[in-house]
């Protein structure tokens, strides 16, 4: 399988996610783990997730913080709290942290997100991190002018996942007003505006198929992304989807295994995030994900008394756990798969530094 990321088809990537044969499985694993430790060796980054606000605009109808969900306490955490979270963050060696909240685009909100960015930069720079943490923003579709400002501000990374890319799921899982058309305008001003840019989907939702996640996948590469976050789609009870009928949750783990190493084999060079959802599935999904071609994770950093209460789906892990627990597990997780991690390094996607450097070379070229 190596080598050939450019002769994979949608034929071919369906029948592969249909792999059920533990043989077959592991082929594909292994070669996925290959493609990881050849392409960027066998560091793992840490981007402590701090979710900051569980304010939500939107009505996505799987998701726990959906505005209509008038059950879910709210809160937004204090510009201190945040700036707690990323200290600790940087002094625990994390080179980066990922900002995360509901969608707004109202000025009272960009303006926080952008003083928050600020001052995390400003707050956490010193002689080990001379820039600062690097910062990921994960805060939803946000018009062109607003990118600006937080890349401006120093926001340098943007998390916006696609959650499918066939229309008609697209539908069935987003309330009318939303569509798959502005998502991807937003992904082409994020690259525009200089961002790493993140995408992903979810994975075993209702109607689902594997032609559909096949084109997910041709998708990831035709678009040039350079970040993924893909989890199981986790049914929450207070949502309009709360009842749907899943398949069991070892065969939503084996999908979104087969998905993060099919991911790596066609993009080779991208970062790729073992996702929480995994874990909520399967105590070891975080572990196993990295087995499978992923090379970052996303520890809690939300203030503790706020974690409770960012629920997308049900089962989160992590959420009684202090935070200092709960990383120490994760290393000694990722130290079980025989990876390291990478302390003080922002930990950028190759794949992004690589189109940075190409860009920076073409400015430079006299006839350029
Ligand atoms: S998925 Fe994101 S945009 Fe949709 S309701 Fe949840 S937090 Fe809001």
Redesign the pocket.
């Known amino acids: 399988m190596k080598g050939e990321a450019a002769g994979f088809d949608r034929s071919r990537l369906a029948d592969m996610l249909r792999t059920r044969e533990p043989e077959a499985l592991e082929e594909i694993r292994l070669a996925a783990e290959n493609a990881t430790l050849t392409a960027l060796g066998n560091r793992v980054y840490y981007r402590g997730l701090i979710e900051f606000s569980?304010v939500?605009?939107?009505?996505?109808l799987?998701?726990?913080?959906?505005?209509d969900n008038g059950k879910q306490r709210r809160y937004t955490a204090s510009l201190e709290q945040i700036l707690d979270a990323a200290e600790f963050c940087a002094r625990a060696g994390y080179g980066s942290v990922v900002l995360q909240?509901?969608?707004r685009t109202d000025p009272k909100f960009v303006d926080f997100v952008e003083e928050v960015v600020f001052a995390v930069k400003e707050r956490t720079s010193s002689p080990r991190l001379p820039n600062g943490l690097g910062i990921t923003l994960c805060v939803?579709e946000q018009p062109r002018h607003v990118l600006r400002r937080f890349r401006r501000a120093g926001a340098h990374r943007y998390l916006l996942?696609i959650?499918t890319t066939n229309q008609r799921l697209f539908r069935s899982i987003?309330p009318g007003g939303q569509s798959l058309e502005s998502r991807l305008e937003c992904l082409e001003a994020l690259r525009e505006e200089g961002f790493a840019v993140g995408t992903g989907v979810m994975i075993g939702l209702p109607g689902q198929t594997p032609e559909m996640l096949a084109d997910d996948l041709l998708f990831y590469r035709k678009h040039d992304f350079d970040m993924f976050g893909m989890g199981p789609f986790i049914p929450h009870p207070d949502t309009p989807m709360g009842s749907a009928q899943v398949a069991p949750p070892g065969e939503r783990v084996r999908l979104a295994l087969l998905m993060i190493g099919l991911t790596r084999l066609i993009t080779v060079d991208t970062n790729i995030a073992a996702t929480t959802a995994l874990q909520a599935l399967d105590p070891l999904g975080r572990e196993a994900g990295l087995t499978w071609g992923a090379n970052v994770i996303m520890p809690s950093l939300t203030p503790g008394e706020y974690r409770k209460d960012y629920l997308?789906y049900e089962g989160k892990p992590c959420t009684e756990e202090g935070r200092e627990d709960c990383m120490n597990r994760l290393r000694a997780g990722v130290e079980s798969t025989g990876r390291v991690v990478a302390d003080d390094d922002w930990g950028d996607p190759v794949h992004y530094l690589k189109r940075e450097e190409g860009k920076r070379r073409a400015w430079e070229r006299p006839d350029g």
């Not at 939500?56 to 996505?60: D, W």
Request: aromatic residues 4%.
């Open positions: 569980n939500c605009s939107m009505n996505c799987y998701c726990g913080i959906r505005r909240s509901g969608e939803g996942r959650e987003h997308l």
